[in-house]
């Protein structure tokens, strides 16, 4: 089993950023793909990054795509989420996940979660 604790959530003026960061503890060699996951107000979840566990390759949702990039620090067992210039709609609880499979990117495809930080963007 996989334990992930988020943090670097926190509120920031539109065009600002902030870095997330997952540290994964437990049976984390079990892991294959790993992912970002926001929840918005009142809408379900989506997938906005997913990077592959030898970062081999890496996704980035359309909505994110050249303003947040995924990356890992294997050797702390951390995963990140560099957002830049973000905007008011990337409001939401940020969550970290975990996925058994190679490639992972729809959410029933994430078995294990953390406990979302949320980011909150506003003027």
């Known amino acids: 089993q996989i334990q992930l604790v988020e943090s670097g959530g926190g509120t920031v003026q539109p065009g600002g950023s902030l870095r997330l960061s997952c540290v994964f503890s437990?049976?984390?060699?079990?892991?294959?793909?790993m992912g970002w996951v926001r929840q918005a107000p009142g809408k379900e979840r989506e997938t906005v990054a997913r990077l592959h566990k030898d970062s081999s390759s890496r996704r980035h949702s359309d909505s994110v795509i050249g303003r947040f990039l995924i990356s890992q620090d294997a050797s702390k067992n951390t995963l990140y989420l560099q957002m830049d210039r973000l905007k008011p709609e990337d409001t939401g609880i940020y969550y970290c996940a975990i996925s058994m499979r190679e490639w992972c990117w729809e959410i029933a495809e994430f078995v294990s979660w953390g406990q979302g930080t949320q980011v909150t963007v506003s003027s």
């Open positions: 437990g049976d984390t060699d079990s892991r294959r793909c």
